[in-house]
């Protein structure tokens, strides 16, 4: 069922967060130009677009980009909808570079679980626009998954070599692309062979059906290759290695990589800072010690092993995660960690430890529920909030989607 709203608080959502996302991505000054374009090219179809009007109040009190009229309550839900809808598309379509696949993907987060559903269930689906948005720039350039992957791993492996001998360069993406094909299967459709009277020469072979894969997981796969081999290195050039990898690969096939949806920024961080043991430790640890304070520590640790467990059948790398039962007592000393956690596709790890933290807010009490994301943070320095942030655990949205519980 879709929560009660009115035309107006959705307007609202939808502008403020497009004001923010768009002043993010470039300046106010380009916000508010696209967003009276984009008004401005849908008055023929919906007269009733005026009742948001795009405003300059940098320079006064009231610091809003925008202004929405009341009236636009009266206007029919379905007429209402399809405005904002195509509100929407227009924007990212006006915002041309300024906005990717990206950026949908902030939009979307940043509206809100209540108000992402309303959108969906009045046919704006973020998740389908985010995909044809992929999609539509693939075919601007032509793109075959077989040579995006042959060009992708020959860099690599030229990176490889920099630091290893061939031999181990080669043995070391051999390791990476067999256990990501445990994520991946389509992976097993390339292979790394010896080239027959050449001792110690190899090629990459790629077999066709790896071009059916969908764009999707052809950007994720990719991603996840790029940064385990990242993770395999002690980068010690002056270069940085996202930077060396954009210059080893090519000026066009950095296009593309871009239009597939390839997040460099992720590169960056991975070459910044990647123990994610330690990442993990911290953020359980600020987990236990909250409910700790609301129950006892034997009780806490037992809670939590009883979330992990159950988590644990979507993310098998957890079981570098355990927690001795026999040693509740000892309270967070009874977890221990492995190594091979910081071997994790940093997305994954994301997606897991925000599980865990929405499942344990579900026990908590209606009061301790509202302030345990903010315990969380001041349990935490900034440098592990702002890898959280980069492994794709946005603690702000997780708050709203726990206090909608």
């Known amino acids: 069922m879709i929560p009660s709203v009115d035309n107006y ?31 401005a090219n849908l008055e023929n179809h919906y007269d009733f677009i005026n009742y948001i009007q795009i405003v300059d109040n940098r320079y006064n009190d009231d610091f809003n980009l925008f202004r929405v009229d009341k009236n636009i309550n009266s ?6 909808y399809n405005a904002i809808n195509d509100l929407v598309k227009e924007t990212i379509v006006q915002l041309e570079h300024v906005a990717d696949y990206f950026f949908i993907r902030e939009y979307r987060d940043s509206l809100g679980s209540k108000n992402e559903k309303i959108l969906k269930e009045k046919g704006l689906n973020l998740d389908i626009l985010q995909s044809n948005y992929i999609l539509e720039r693939q075919h601007m350039v032509i793109i075959k998954n077989d040579e995006v992957y042959q060009h992708v791993i020959s860099t690599l492996l030229r990176i490889l070599n920099k630091q ?11 390791s990476i692309l067999s256990n990501l094909s445990k994520r991946y299967d389509f992976l097993n459709f390339i292979s790394l062979a010896e080239i027959p009277d050449h001792k110690g020469s190899f090629e990459i072979i ?81 987990i236990f010690i909250i409910v700790s304070r609301i129950t006892a520590e034997s009780y806490a640790i037992a809670s939590m092993d009883k979330i992990i467990q159950q988590v644990k059948k979507h993310y098998s790398f957890l079981e570098s995660l355990q927690i001795n039962s026999s040693q509740y007592n000892a309270g967070f000393n009874a977890l221990s960690i492995d190594e091979s956690i ?12 925000k599980e865990i933290i929405y499942y344990i807010s579900k026990n908590l009490s209606f009061q301790d529920k509202l302030q345990f994301i903010e ?13 959280l942030e980069h492994i794709g655990l946005n603690l702000h949205i997780l708050e709203l989607k726990i206090k909608n519980i």
Do not use: C
């Open 75 to 80: 206007v029919p839900s379905n007429f209402f």
């Open 9 to 39: 608080q959705i307007a609202q959502n939808v502008m403020n967060t497009l004001v923010k996302k768009i002043t993010r991505r470039s300046n106010e000054d380009n916000a508010i130009k696209v967003l009276r374009t984009v008004i």
């Open 164 to 174: 290893f001998t061939y031999e181990k360069a080669i043995i070391t993406m051999m």
């Open 206 to 286: 790629i077999y066709p059906d790896i071009n059916r894969v969908w764009s999707l997981q052809l950007r994720d796969s990719i991603q996840a290759i790029i940064e385990n081999t990242r993770k395999h290195m002690q980068w010690q050039q002056t270069i940085p290695f996202e930077r060396m990898f954009k210059k080893e690969v090519g000026v066009n096939q950095v296009l593309v990589l871009e239009r597939i949806g390839i997040d460099f920024n992720r590169l960056q961080y991975i070459s910044k800072k990647e123990n994610f043991k330690e990442i993990t430790d911290k953020t359980l640890y600020a």
């Open 375 to 387: 315990l969380i943070k001041k349990n935490l320095d900034n440098d592990t909030l702002s890898a």
């Open 342 to 353: 910081n071997n994790v596709d940093s997305k994954e790890l994301g997606h897991a430890l």
